[in-house]
Protein backbone atom coordinates (compact mmCIF):
# COMPACT_ATOMS: atom_id res chain seq x y z
CA UNK A 1 0.00 0.00 0.00
CA UNK A 2 1.57 3.51 -0.90
CA UNK A 3 2.32 5.14 2.25
CA UNK A 4 0.17 8.05 1.44
CA UNK A 5 -2.28 5.83 2.34
CA UNK A 6 -0.30 4.02 5.75
CA UNK A 7 -1.60 4.09 9.11
CA UNK A 8 1.42 6.11 10.37
CA UNK A 9 0.41 8.21 8.12
CA UNK A 10 -3.31 8.60 8.53
CA UNK A 11 -3.25 8.42 12.29
CA UNK A 12 -2.62 12.00 12.85
CA UNK A 13 -5.74 13.07 11.21
CA UNK A 14 -7.53 10.69 12.75
CA UNK A 15 -6.08 11.57 16.04
CA UNK A 16 -6.97 15.75 14.78
CA UNK A 17 -10.60 14.64 13.85
CA UNK A 18 -11.68 12.89 16.66
CA UNK A 19 -10.07 15.68 19.01
CA UNK A 20 -12.45 18.21 16.95
CA UNK A 21 -15.36 15.93 16.91
CA UNK A 22 -15.08 15.17 21.33
CA UNK A 23 -14.43 19.25 21.70
CA UNK A 24 -17.90 19.56 19.51
CA UNK A 25 -20.04 17.42 21.99
CA UNK A 26 -18.02 19.40 24.76
CA UNK A 27 -19.65 22.76 23.66
CA UNK A 28 -23.20 21.10 23.04
CA UNK A 29 -22.74 20.15 26.85
CA UNK A 30 -21.85 23.44 27.64
CA UNK A 31 -24.61 25.09 26.16
CA UNK A 32 -27.57 22.73 28.04
CA UNK A 33 -29.02 25.31 29.39
CA UNK A 34 -29.83 27.04 26.08
CA UNK A 35 -31.03 24.26 24.00
CA UNK A 36 -33.64 23.42 27.01
CA UNK A 37 -34.76 26.97 26.06
CA UNK A 38 -35.15 25.74 22.23
CA UNK A 39 -38.51 25.10 20.82
CA UNK A 40 -37.88 21.25 21.25
CA UNK A 41 -38.57 20.83 16.79
CA UNK A 42 -35.51 23.43 16.24
CA UNK A 43 -32.98 21.78 19.01
CA UNK A 44 -31.32 19.42 16.57
CA UNK A 45 -31.00 22.81 14.48
CA UNK A 46 -29.40 24.57 17.41
CA UNK A 47 -26.91 21.64 18.37
CA UNK A 48 -26.02 21.44 14.49
CA UNK A 49 -24.80 25.38 15.05
CA UNK A 50 -23.14 24.57 18.30
CA UNK A 51 -21.27 21.51 16.64
CA UNK A 52 -20.01 23.84 13.99
CA UNK A 53 -19.46 26.80 15.76
CA UNK A 54 -16.86 24.48 18.10
CA UNK A 55 -15.57 23.22 14.54
CA UNK A 56 -14.68 26.67 12.73
CA UNK A 57 -13.19 27.50 16.41
CA UNK A 58 -10.21 26.05 14.78
CA UNK A 59 -7.91 27.01 12.03
CA UNK A 60 -8.86 23.78 9.58
CA UNK A 61 -6.57 25.23 6.62
CA UNK A 62 -3.62 23.04 7.17
CA UNK A 63 -6.21 19.86 7.40
CA UNK A 64 -8.04 20.60 4.18
CA UNK A 65 -5.40 19.75 1.85
CA UNK A 66 -4.52 16.60 3.71
CA UNK A 67 -7.93 15.26 3.47
CA UNK A 68 -7.94 16.28 -0.20
CA UNK A 69 -4.88 14.41 -1.06
CA UNK A 70 -6.59 11.19 0.41
CA UNK A 71 -9.88 11.74 -2.47
CA UNK A 72 -11.92 12.89 1.37
CA UNK A 73 -14.07 16.06 1.85
CA UNK A 74 -12.18 18.81 2.65
CA UNK A 75 -15.31 19.60 5.45
CA UNK A 76 -15.72 22.77 3.57
CA UNK A 77 -19.13 22.46 2.76
CA UNK A 78 -20.36 21.17 6.76
CA UNK A 79 -22.50 24.06 7.58
CA UNK A 80 -25.74 22.20 7.30
CA UNK A 81 -24.62 18.91 9.03
CA UNK A 82 -21.34 19.61 10.71
CA UNK A 83 -21.01 16.55 13.13
CA UNK A 84 -22.29 13.94 9.90
CA UNK A 85 -19.87 15.57 7.92
CA UNK A 86 -16.91 15.06 9.87
CA UNK A 87 -17.75 11.59 11.13
CA UNK A 88 -18.23 10.57 7.88
CA UNK A 89 -14.27 11.26 6.65
CA UNK A 90 -13.42 9.42 9.98
CA UNK A 91 -15.27 6.64 8.65
CA UNK A 92 -13.38 6.85 6.02
CA UNK A 93 -10.25 6.91 7.46
CA UNK A 94 -10.68 4.23 9.83
CA UNK A 95 -11.22 2.04 6.68
CA UNK A 96 -7.96 2.71 5.57
CA UNK A 97 -6.49 1.79 8.63
CA UNK A 98 -8.15 -1.31 8.23
CA UNK A 99 -10.34 -0.57 11.60
CA UNK A 100 -14.28 -0.67 12.02
CA UNK A 101 -15.67 2.70 12.48
CA UNK A 102 -16.98 3.89 15.51
CA UNK A 103 -20.22 2.66 16.30
CA UNK A 104 -21.09 6.23 17.90
CA UNK A 105 -20.89 7.87 14.41
CA UNK A 106 -23.90 9.55 13.22
CA UNK A 107 -25.41 7.69 9.92
CA UNK A 108 -25.66 9.05 7.00
CA UNK A 109 -28.93 10.28 7.01
CA UNK A 110 -27.66 13.34 8.76
CA UNK A 111 -26.68 14.41 5.49
CA UNK A 112 -30.06 14.80 4.39
CA UNK A 113 -31.57 15.75 7.18
CA UNK A 114 -29.73 19.08 7.64
CA UNK A 115 -30.59 19.89 4.53
CA UNK A 116 -33.96 18.70 4.54
CA UNK A 117 -34.39 20.83 8.01
CA UNK A 118 -33.15 24.18 6.06
CA UNK A 119 -35.84 23.54 3.49
CA UNK A 120 -38.32 23.27 5.63
CA UNK A 121 -38.29 26.30 7.99
CA UNK A 122 -37.29 28.40 4.93
CA UNK A 123 -40.73 26.81 3.28
CA UNK A 124 -42.33 28.04 7.08
CA UNK A 125 -40.90 31.50 7.06
CA UNK A 126 -41.60 32.60 3.05
CA UNK A 127 -43.61 29.30 2.26
CA UNK A 128 -43.56 27.68 -1.28
CA UNK A 129 -40.66 27.93 -3.93
CA UNK A 130 -41.87 29.32 -7.03
CA UNK A 131 -41.16 26.63 -10.00
CA UNK A 132 -37.85 26.44 -11.21
CA UNK A 133 -36.63 28.75 -8.26
CA UNK A 134 -35.42 28.14 -4.88
CA UNK A 135 -34.46 31.53 -4.01
CA UNK A 136 -37.85 33.83 -3.12
CA UNK A 137 -38.00 37.46 -4.35
CA UNK A 138 -39.01 39.46 -1.32
CA UNK A 139 -40.67 43.59 -2.71
CA UNK A 140 -40.20 46.95 -1.10
CA UNK A 141 -43.33 49.05 -0.87
CA UNK A 142 -43.87 52.12 -1.57
CA UNK A 143 -46.77 53.73 -0.09
CA UNK A 144 -47.63 55.02 -4.03
CA UNK A 145 -49.01 51.57 -4.40
CA UNK A 146 -51.27 51.97 -1.34
CA UNK A 147 -53.66 53.37 -4.17
CA UNK A 148 -52.32 51.47 -7.01
CA UNK A 149 -53.70 47.62 -7.20
CA UNK A 150 -52.50 47.11 -10.57
CA UNK A 151 -49.17 47.47 -10.04
CA UNK A 152 -49.45 45.41 -6.66
CA UNK A 153 -50.93 42.40 -8.94
CA UNK A 154 -48.16 42.93 -11.25
CA UNK A 155 -45.50 42.65 -9.20
CA UNK A 156 -46.81 39.50 -7.90
CA UNK A 157 -47.55 38.12 -11.27
CA UNK A 158 -43.70 39.15 -11.86
CA UNK A 159 -42.25 36.75 -9.34
CA UNK A 160 -42.93 38.50 -6.14
CA UNK A 161 -43.34 36.27 -3.16
CA UNK A 162 -43.45 38.41 -0.23
CA UNK A 163 -43.94 42.17 0.13
CA UNK A 164 -42.05 44.16 2.60
CA UNK A 165 -43.15 47.47 4.20
CA UNK A 166 -40.90 49.59 6.07
CA UNK A 167 -42.43 51.25 9.26
CA UNK A 168 -39.34 53.89 9.38
CA UNK A 169 -41.55 55.33 7.01
CA UNK A 170 -45.37 56.65 6.61
CA UNK A 171 -48.01 56.01 9.04
CA UNK A 172 -50.55 53.28 10.20
CA UNK A 173 -53.18 54.48 7.18
CA UNK A 174 -50.58 53.48 4.73
CA UNK A 175 -49.53 50.60 6.03
CA UNK A 176 -53.06 48.80 6.45
CA UNK A 177 -53.46 49.89 2.61
CA UNK A 178 -50.81 48.62 1.32
CA UNK A 179 -51.69 45.53 3.40
CA UNK A 180 -55.07 45.06 1.65
CA UNK A 181 -53.79 45.79 -1.66
CA UNK A 182 -51.04 42.47 -1.47
CA UNK A 183 -54.02 40.49 0.30
CA UNK A 184 -56.19 41.28 -2.68
CA UNK A 185 -54.14 40.81 -4.91
CA UNK A 186 -52.66 37.27 -3.39
CA UNK A 187 -56.22 35.94 -3.23
CA UNK A 188 -57.21 36.89 -6.54
CA UNK A 189 -54.44 35.37 -8.02
CA UNK A 190 -54.66 32.17 -5.90
CA UNK A 191 -50.70 32.72 -5.17
CA UNK A 192 -49.24 33.28 -1.60
CA UNK A 193 -47.65 36.64 -0.59
CA UNK A 194 -45.92 36.83 3.14
CA UNK A 195 -46.30 40.16 4.11
CA UNK A 196 -42.80 41.45 6.36
CA UNK A 197 -42.98 44.47 7.89
CA UNK A 198 -40.15 46.22 9.29
CA UNK A 199 -39.91 47.85 12.50
CA UNK A 200 -37.64 51.45 12.43
CA UNK A 201 -35.77 50.21 15.30
CA UNK A 202 -33.47 52.94 17.30
CA UNK A 203 -31.66 54.18 13.81
CA UNK A 204 -29.38 57.01 14.70
CA UNK A 205 -30.75 60.10 12.23
CA UNK A 206 -29.52 63.98 11.96
CA UNK A 207 -32.57 65.89 12.63
CA UNK A 208 -34.28 67.94 10.33
CA UNK A 209 -32.78 71.01 8.59
CA UNK A 210 -34.40 74.36 8.44
CA UNK A 211 -36.63 74.73 5.34
CA UNK A 212 -35.16 76.64 2.76
CA UNK A 213 -37.43 78.54 -0.42
CA UNK A 214 -39.77 76.89 -2.58
CA UNK A 215 -37.57 76.67 -5.30
CA UNK A 216 -36.84 74.23 -8.28
CA UNK A 217 -33.74 74.06 -10.36
CA UNK A 218 -34.39 72.96 -13.95
CA UNK A 219 -31.54 71.08 -15.22
CA UNK A 220 -31.32 69.85 -19.37
CA UNK A 221 -29.26 66.69 -19.52
CA UNK A 222 -25.70 67.53 -20.60
CA UNK A 223 -22.92 65.01 -22.04
CA UNK A 224 -19.30 65.21 -20.64
CA UNK A 225 -18.46 68.23 -22.05
CA UNK A 226 -20.95 70.44 -20.33
CA UNK A 227 -22.97 70.13 -23.87
CA UNK A 228 -26.57 70.14 -23.45
CA UNK A 229 -27.48 66.66 -25.47
CA UNK A 230 -31.15 67.24 -25.13
CA UNK A 231 -33.89 69.57 -23.57
CA UNK A 232 -35.58 69.30 -20.18
CA UNK A 233 -38.91 68.13 -20.97
CA UNK A 234 -41.18 70.69 -18.16
CA UNK A 235 -44.81 69.92 -17.63
CA UNK A 236 -46.85 72.89 -16.98
CA UNK A 237 -50.28 72.14 -14.75
CA UNK A 238 -53.30 74.16 -13.17
CA UNK A 239 -52.32 74.30 -9.71
CA UNK A 240 -54.79 72.01 -7.35
CA UNK A 241 -55.75 70.23 -10.60
CA UNK A 242 -55.28 66.29 -10.21
CA UNK A 243 -52.15 65.05 -12.24
CA UNK A 244 -53.51 64.65 -15.80
CA UNK A 245 -52.26 61.64 -17.76
CA UNK A 246 -49.60 63.72 -19.74
CA UNK A 247 -46.73 62.78 -21.92
CA UNK A 248 -43.79 61.64 -20.35
CA UNK A 249 -41.83 64.67 -18.71
CA UNK A 250 -38.53 65.47 -16.48
CA UNK A 251 -40.02 67.69 -13.93
CA UNK A 252 -43.14 69.47 -12.90
CA UNK A 253 -44.78 72.54 -12.41
CA UNK A 254 -47.80 74.09 -11.18
CA UNK A 255 -49.08 77.31 -12.84
CA UNK A 256 -51.92 79.87 -11.43
CA UNK A 257 -53.22 82.12 -13.60
CA UNK A 258 -56.73 82.22 -15.88
CA UNK A 259 -54.69 82.48 -19.37
CA UNK A 260 -53.51 79.02 -18.63
CA UNK A 261 -56.20 77.71 -21.30
CA UNK A 262 -54.25 80.47 -23.85
CA UNK A 263 -51.26 78.07 -23.82
CA UNK A 264 -50.68 76.67 -27.29
CA UNK A 265 -48.34 74.80 -29.24
CA UNK A 266 -45.29 76.65 -30.62
CA UNK A 267 -45.95 79.42 -27.84
CA UNK A 268 -42.76 80.30 -25.47
CA UNK A 269 -42.86 81.34 -21.59
CA UNK A 270 -40.54 83.98 -20.94
CA UNK A 271 -39.23 84.35 -17.27
CA UNK A 272 -36.44 85.72 -15.30
CA UNK A 273 -34.70 83.07 -12.86
CA UNK A 274 -33.59 83.16 -8.89
CA UNK A 275 -30.11 84.72 -10.54
CA UNK A 276 -31.29 87.11 -12.84
CA UNK A 277 -30.64 85.35 -15.80
CA UNK A 278 -33.50 85.32 -18.17
CA UNK A 279 -34.87 81.88 -19.71
CA UNK A 280 -37.54 80.31 -22.49
CA UNK A 281 -39.53 77.27 -22.74
CA UNK A 282 -40.71 76.45 -25.64
CA UNK A 283 -44.52 74.88 -25.64
CA UNK A 284 -44.28 71.77 -28.01
CA UNK A 285 -47.75 69.99 -26.62
CA UNK A 286 -50.71 71.00 -24.95
CA UNK A 287 -53.84 70.50 -23.83
CA UNK A 288 -56.89 71.82 -21.43
CA UNK A 289 -55.01 70.67 -17.87
CA UNK A 290 -51.47 70.38 -19.32
CA UNK A 291 -48.69 72.17 -21.36
CA UNK A 292 -45.15 70.34 -22.08
CA UNK A 293 -42.63 72.41 -22.45
CA UNK A 294 -39.11 72.44 -23.57
CA UNK A 295 -36.12 74.32 -21.61
CA UNK A 296 -32.39 74.58 -23.27
CA UNK A 297 -30.59 75.97 -20.46
CA UNK A 298 -30.75 75.44 -16.85
CA UNK A 299 -32.59 77.69 -14.21
CA UNK A 300 -34.07 78.28 -10.79
CA UNK A 301 -37.59 79.19 -10.20
CA UNK A 302 -39.36 79.46 -7.14
CA UNK A 303 -42.99 79.69 -6.10
CA UNK A 304 -44.06 83.41 -7.39
CA UNK A 305 -42.10 83.83 -10.43
CA UNK A 306 -43.64 85.40 -12.76
CA UNK A 307 -44.37 83.67 -16.92
CA UNK A 308 -44.52 86.05 -19.62
CA UNK A 309 -46.56 83.93 -22.16
CA UNK A 310 -45.53 85.05 -25.55
CA UNK A 311 -46.78 84.22 -29.43
CA UNK A 312 -45.24 85.18 -32.07
CA UNK A 313 -42.67 86.96 -30.53
CA UNK A 314 -45.25 89.45 -28.38
CA UNK A 315 -46.83 89.00 -24.57
CA UNK A 316 -50.14 87.82 -24.35
CA UNK A 317 -50.71 87.25 -20.98
CA UNK A 318 -48.80 86.59 -17.51
CA UNK A 319 -49.07 83.29 -15.02
CA UNK A 320 -46.99 82.93 -12.27
CA UNK A 321 -45.62 79.44 -10.54
CA UNK A 322 -47.39 78.05 -7.73
CA UNK A 323 -46.18 76.57 -4.94
CA UNK A 324 -43.10 74.44 -5.47
CA UNK A 325 -41.79 71.89 -2.79
CA UNK A 326 -40.15 73.63 -0.23
CA UNK A 327 -36.39 72.63 -0.34
CA UNK A 328 -34.42 71.49 3.09
CA UNK A 329 -30.93 73.31 3.31
CA UNK A 330 -28.20 71.01 3.00
CA UNK A 331 -24.97 71.77 5.00
CA UNK A 332 -21.47 71.48 2.68
CA UNK A 333 -18.31 69.81 4.66
CA UNK A 334 -15.06 68.96 3.02
CA UNK A 335 -12.18 66.87 4.80
CA UNK A 336 -10.48 68.88 7.83
CA UNK A 337 -14.05 70.95 8.44
CA UNK A 338 -14.94 70.68 11.86
CA UNK A 339 -18.77 69.55 12.27
CA UNK A 340 -20.83 69.80 15.78
CA UNK A 341 -23.17 66.92 16.32
CA UNK A 342 -26.01 68.25 19.10
CA UNK A 343 -29.12 67.67 20.55
CA UNK A 344 -32.21 67.87 18.50
CA UNK A 345 -33.38 70.97 20.75
CA UNK A 346 -30.52 72.76 18.66
CA UNK A 347 -30.95 73.95 15.29
CA UNK A 348 -28.91 73.37 12.36
CA UNK A 349 -26.97 75.95 11.24
CA UNK A 350 -23.84 76.40 8.01
CA UNK A 351 -20.34 77.03 9.54
CA UNK A 352 -19.15 80.91 9.85
CA UNK A 353 -16.25 82.83 11.03
CA UNK A 354 -16.71 82.50 14.28
CA UNK A 355 -18.29 78.80 14.66
CA UNK A 356 -18.52 75.50 13.14
CA UNK A 357 -21.48 73.95 11.32
CA UNK A 358 -23.15 71.90 13.33
CA UNK A 359 -26.05 69.12 12.60
CA UNK A 360 -28.38 67.42 15.53
CA UNK A 361 -28.82 64.10 15.84
CA UNK A 362 -32.12 61.71 16.96
CA UNK A 363 -30.92 60.30 20.02
CA UNK A 364 -29.79 61.98 22.57
CA UNK A 365 -28.06 58.55 24.59
CA UNK A 366 -25.27 59.22 21.73
CA UNK A 367 -23.87 61.92 24.29
CA UNK A 368 -23.33 59.83 27.07
CA UNK A 369 -22.05 56.98 25.33
CA UNK A 370 -19.69 58.22 22.50
CA UNK A 371 -15.73 58.69 23.42
CA UNK A 372 -13.43 61.08 21.77
CA UNK A 373 -11.41 59.12 19.22
CA UNK A 374 -14.82 56.85 18.22
CA UNK A 375 -15.24 57.14 14.64
CA UNK A 376 -18.47 58.31 13.14
CA UNK A 377 -19.83 58.06 9.89
CA UNK A 378 -23.13 59.32 7.93
CA UNK A 379 -25.39 58.84 5.23
CA UNK A 380 -24.43 55.89 4.50
CA UNK A 381 -20.75 56.39 5.14
CA UNK A 382 -20.53 59.21 2.48
CA UNK A 383 -19.01 61.54 5.35
CA UNK A 384 -16.87 60.12 7.67
CA UNK A 385 -15.00 61.73 10.81
CA UNK A 386 -13.90 61.01 14.31
CA UNK A 387 -14.65 62.50 17.15
CA UNK A 388 -12.30 65.07 18.56
CA UNK A 389 -14.16 66.02 22.07
CA UNK A 390 -17.55 65.00 23.85
CA UNK A 391 -18.85 68.19 25.50
CA UNK A 392 -21.46 66.82 28.47
CA UNK A 393 -21.30 70.03 30.30
CA UNK A 394 -20.99 73.39 30.32
CA UNK A 395 -22.78 76.46 28.27
CA UNK A 396 -24.88 75.47 25.67
CA UNK A 397 -26.25 71.95 25.45
CA UNK A 398 -24.16 68.95 24.86
CA UNK A 399 -22.57 68.22 21.65
CA UNK A 400 -19.68 65.52 19.57
CA UNK A 401 -16.82 67.74 17.96
CA UNK A 402 -16.27 66.03 14.82
CA UNK A 403 -13.43 66.42 12.35
CA UNK A 404 -14.47 65.57 8.86
CA UNK A 405 -11.93 63.14 7.46
CA UNK A 406 -14.06 61.36 4.40
CA UNK A 407 -15.55 64.07 2.34
CA UNK A 408 -15.27 65.51 -1.34
CA UNK A 409 -12.52 67.75 -1.66
CA UNK A 410 -15.24 69.89 -3.84
CA UNK A 411 -17.75 69.71 -0.15
CA UNK A 412 -20.14 66.56 0.16
CA UNK A 413 -23.67 67.73 1.25
CA UNK A 414 -25.44 66.42 4.67
CA UNK A 415 -29.09 66.75 5.28
CA UNK A 416 -31.59 65.95 7.56
CA UNK A 417 -32.60 62.26 8.16
CA UNK A 418 -29.67 60.67 7.45
CA UNK A 419 -28.51 57.88 8.84
CA UNK A 420 -25.23 58.48 11.69
CA UNK A 421 -23.42 54.50 12.47
CA UNK A 422 -20.88 54.78 15.51
CA UNK A 423 -19.01 51.34 14.47
CA UNK A 424 -17.16 51.54 17.65
CA UNK A 425 -19.77 53.22 20.16
CA UNK A 426 -21.96 51.20 22.35
CA UNK A 427 -25.14 52.77 22.72
CA UNK A 428 -27.44 51.68 26.01
CA UNK A 429 -31.05 51.91 24.08
CA UNK A 430 -33.36 48.84 23.10
CA UNK A 431 -34.21 47.45 19.65
CA UNK A 432 -37.68 48.67 20.24
CA UNK A 433 -38.46 51.84 21.30
CA UNK A 434 -41.92 53.43 22.08
CA UNK A 435 -42.51 53.89 18.52
CA UNK A 436 -41.76 50.61 17.31
CA UNK A 437 -43.72 49.02 20.14
CA UNK A 438 -46.94 51.44 18.83
CA UNK A 439 -46.19 50.04 15.62
CA UNK A 440 -46.30 46.03 17.00
CA UNK A 441 -49.66 46.80 17.60
CA UNK A 442 -50.73 47.50 13.85
CA UNK A 443 -48.29 44.97 12.72
CA UNK A 444 -49.53 41.92 14.62
CA UNK A 445 -52.49 42.29 12.54
CA UNK A 446 -51.59 42.70 9.61
CA UNK A 447 -48.74 40.75 8.78
CA UNK A 448 -47.07 37.26 8.85
CA UNK A 449 -43.07 38.24 9.69
CA UNK A 450 -41.24 41.04 11.28
CA UNK A 451 -38.05 42.41 10.79
CA UNK A 452 -36.46 43.55 14.38
CA UNK A 453 -34.38 46.32 13.05
CA UNK A 454 -30.56 47.14 14.65
CA UNK A 455 -30.97 43.65 16.71
CA UNK A 456 -27.60 43.69 19.33
CA UNK A 457 -28.02 41.97 22.15
CA UNK A 458 -29.93 38.93 22.82
CA UNK A 459 -32.43 40.87 25.27
CA UNK A 460 -33.38 42.54 22.29
CA UNK A 461 -34.65 38.86 20.52
CA UNK A 462 -35.86 37.97 23.70
CA UNK A 463 -38.00 41.44 24.23
CA UNK A 464 -40.25 41.10 20.70
CA UNK A 465 -40.63 37.58 21.45
CA UNK A 466 -42.52 38.61 24.48
CA UNK A 467 -44.04 41.82 22.80
CA UNK A 468 -45.53 38.93 20.03
CA UNK A 469 -46.87 36.37 23.36
CA UNK A 470 -48.37 39.81 24.84
CA UNK A 471 -50.07 40.00 21.42
CA UNK A 472 -50.97 36.60 20.36
CA UNK A 473 -48.93 36.26 17.64
CA UNK A 474 -46.39 33.57 18.85
CA UNK A 475 -46.37 32.77 15.44
CA UNK A 476 -45.26 35.65 13.71
CA UNK A 477 -42.07 34.71 11.93
CA UNK A 478 -39.03 37.11 13.26
CA UNK A 479 -36.48 38.37 10.95
CA UNK A 480 -32.86 39.46 12.64
CA UNK A 481 -31.93 42.26 10.43
CA UNK A 482 -28.24 41.98 11.26
CA UNK A 483 -27.27 46.30 10.55
CA UNK A 484 -24.76 46.63 13.50
CA UNK A 485 -20.93 45.55 14.07
CA UNK A 486 -22.55 44.51 17.50
CA UNK A 487 -25.21 42.76 15.96
CA UNK A 488 -22.68 40.36 13.98
CA UNK A 489 -20.68 39.99 16.34
CA UNK A 490 -23.42 38.50 18.62
CA UNK A 491 -25.58 36.55 15.41
CA UNK A 492 -24.66 32.63 17.51
CA UNK A 493 -26.37 33.72 20.21
CA UNK A 494 -29.40 35.69 18.41
CA UNK A 495 -30.07 32.53 16.49
CA UNK A 496 -29.87 30.64 19.74
CA UNK A 497 -32.34 32.94 20.97
CA UNK A 498 -34.61 33.47 18.05
CA UNK A 499 -35.15 29.33 17.93
CA UNK A 500 -36.89 29.75 21.17
CA UNK A 501 -39.74 30.37 19.29
CA UNK A 502 -39.39 29.85 15.30
CA UNK A 503 -39.88 30.27 12.54
CA UNK A 504 -37.00 32.67 11.91
CA UNK A 505 -34.52 34.29 9.53
CA UNK A 506 -31.58 36.49 9.13
CA UNK A 507 -31.21 39.34 7.10
CA UNK A 508 -28.01 40.30 5.53
CA UNK A 509 -28.21 44.40 5.65
CA UNK A 510 -25.68 45.37 3.48
CA UNK A 511 -25.73 49.19 3.64
CA UNK A 512 -25.23 49.90 7.54
CA UNK A 513 -22.92 46.73 7.66
CA UNK A 514 -20.77 47.61 5.45
CA UNK A 515 -20.54 51.77 7.24
CA UNK A 516 -20.09 49.65 10.54
CA UNK A 517 -17.51 46.94 9.45
CA UNK A 518 -15.73 48.64 6.57
CA UNK A 519 -16.65 47.59 3.18
CA UNK A 520 -13.52 46.37 2.66
CA UNK A 521 -14.27 43.54 5.32
CA UNK A 522 -18.45 43.25 3.69
CA UNK A 523 -17.74 40.28 1.38
CA UNK A 524 -16.04 38.26 3.85
CA UNK A 525 -18.68 39.07 6.73
CA UNK A 526 -21.65 38.37 4.59
CA UNK A 527 -20.30 35.40 3.51
CA UNK A 528 -20.13 34.11 7.72
CA UNK A 529 -23.13 35.35 7.93
CA UNK A 530 -24.12 32.68 4.81
CA UNK A 531 -22.99 30.25 7.19
CA UNK A 532 -23.73 30.51 10.36
CA UNK A 533 -27.43 30.95 9.60
CA UNK A 534 -27.24 27.70 6.93
CA UNK A 535 -25.60 26.27 10.32
CA UNK A 536 -29.03 27.05 12.35
CA UNK A 537 -31.11 25.59 9.53
CA UNK A 538 -32.46 29.36 9.60
CA UNK A 539 -32.96 30.75 5.81
CA UNK A 540 -31.09 33.90 4.97
CA UNK A 541 -32.44 37.52 3.11
CA UNK A 542 -30.14 38.97 1.08
CA UNK A 543 -30.60 42.57 1.46
CA UNK A 544 -29.23 46.31 0.67
CA UNK A 545 -28.86 47.52 -3.54
CA UNK A 546 -29.90 44.74 -4.57
CA UNK A 547 -30.28 45.75 -8.74
CA UNK A 548 -30.31 49.06 -7.61
CA UNK A 549 -29.70 50.89 -10.66
CA UNK A 550 -32.20 49.30 -12.19
CA UNK A 551 -34.83 49.52 -9.83
CA UNK A 552 -34.35 53.31 -9.96
CA UNK A 553 -33.49 53.67 -13.21
CA UNK A 554 -34.05 50.68 -15.84
CA UNK A 555 -30.91 49.22 -16.39
CA UNK A 556 -28.46 47.55 -13.97
CA UNK A 557 -24.71 47.64 -13.97
CA UNK A 558 -22.78 44.65 -14.93
CA UNK A 559 -21.72 44.17 -11.34
CA UNK A 560 -25.41 44.23 -10.19
CA UNK A 561 -25.85 41.20 -12.05
CA UNK A 562 -23.37 39.39 -10.69
CA UNK A 563 -24.04 40.77 -7.44
CA UNK A 564 -27.93 39.38 -8.13
CA UNK A 565 -26.30 35.53 -9.37
CA UNK A 566 -24.62 35.11 -5.97
CA UNK A 567 -27.93 36.23 -4.24
CA UNK A 568 -29.32 33.06 -5.16
CA UNK A 569 -27.40 31.38 -2.18
CA UNK A 570 -29.29 33.18 -0.25
CA UNK A 571 -33.51 31.48 0.16
CA UNK A 572 -34.31 35.00 -0.64
CA UNK A 573 -33.50 38.49 -1.90
CA UNK A 574 -34.92 41.92 -1.54
CA UNK A 575 -35.15 44.80 -4.21
CA UNK A 576 -35.93 47.87 -3.11
CA UNK A 577 -38.86 50.81 -3.74
CA UNK A 578 -38.32 52.70 -7.24
CA UNK A 579 -39.94 53.44 -10.22
CA UNK A 580 -38.84 50.65 -12.39
CA UNK A 581 -39.10 47.95 -9.65
CA UNK A 582 -41.79 46.12 -11.99
CA UNK A 583 -38.76 45.24 -14.43
CA UNK A 584 -36.07 44.32 -11.62
CA UNK A 585 -38.68 41.86 -10.29
CA UNK A 586 -38.40 39.79 -13.99
CA UNK A 587 -34.91 40.75 -14.08
CA UNK A 588 -34.06 39.01 -11.26
CA UNK A 589 -36.69 36.51 -11.58
CA UNK A 590 -34.76 35.31 -15.07
CA UNK A 591 -31.75 35.46 -13.08
CA UNK A 592 -32.71 33.09 -10.22
CA UNK A 593 -33.77 30.85 -12.49
CA UNK A 594 -30.83 30.55 -14.53
CA UNK A 595 -28.76 30.56 -11.16
CA UNK A 596 -30.73 27.42 -9.79
CA UNK A 597 -29.04 25.02 -12.48
CA UNK A 598 -25.54 26.15 -11.40
CA UNK A 599 -25.57 26.83 -7.62
CA UNK A 600 -27.17 25.61 -4.45
CA UNK A 601 -25.88 27.31 -1.22
CA UNK A 602 -21.97 26.92 -1.40
CA UNK A 603 -22.12 23.89 -3.90
CA UNK A 604 -21.66 24.02 -7.88
CA UNK A 605 -24.18 22.26 -9.53
CA UNK A 606 -22.47 20.48 -12.21
CA UNK A 607 -25.06 20.27 -15.10
CA UNK A 608 -24.55 19.69 -18.28
CA UNK A 609 -22.56 23.22 -20.00
CA UNK A 610 -23.61 23.69 -23.61
CA UNK A 611 -20.16 25.39 -23.97
CA UNK A 612 -18.48 21.72 -23.84
CA UNK A 613 -19.87 20.44 -26.99
CA UNK A 614 -16.95 20.65 -28.88
CA UNK A 615 -16.31 16.85 -26.46
CA UNK A 616 -18.94 15.43 -28.56
CA UNK A 617 -17.26 16.67 -31.84
CA UNK A 618 -14.15 15.69 -31.61
CA UNK A 619 -15.35 12.18 -30.31
CA UNK A 620 -17.39 12.08 -33.80
CA UNK A 621 -14.60 13.32 -35.96
CA UNK A 622 -12.43 10.30 -33.90
CA UNK A 623 -14.79 7.46 -34.87
Avoid at 377 to 394: H, L
Wanted: hydrophobic residues 45%.
Amino acid sequence: MSTRYSEASLRPLIEQLVAMRSEALRVESAFERELDQVAPPMRGSARNLLHYLALRNRDLRALQPALVSLGLSSLGRLEAHALPSLEAVLAVLDRLCGRAPDAELSPLSGFEEGRAALARHAHQFFGATPRERATRILVTLSAELAEDPDTVSALLTAGMDAARINCAHDDPEVWHALAARVREASQMQRRPCRLLFDLAGPKLRTAALPEGAESLHLRPTRDLRGVVREPLRVLFVPQGDPAPATPLHDERVPVVGEAFQRIRPGDELRFRDLRGRVRRVHVVVSGTQFALAELKKSAWIESGTTLHLERSGKEIARLHCGRLPRVEERLIVRPGDALWVVSSEVSARAATKRAPARIACTLPEVFTAARAGDPIWFDDGKIGGVIRAVVREGRGAPRLEVEITVASPKGSKLGGDKGINLPRTALPIPALGAADLEALEHVARLGDLVGLSFVREVEDVLQLQGELARLERRDMGIVLKIETARGFENLPRLLLAALRTPPTAVMVARGDLGVELGFERLAEVQEEMLWLAEAAHVPVIWATQVLEEMTKRGRPSRAEVTDAAMSARAECVMLNKGPHVLEAVRFLDDVLRRMQVHQQKKSAMLRRLHVCSLVDEALREAT
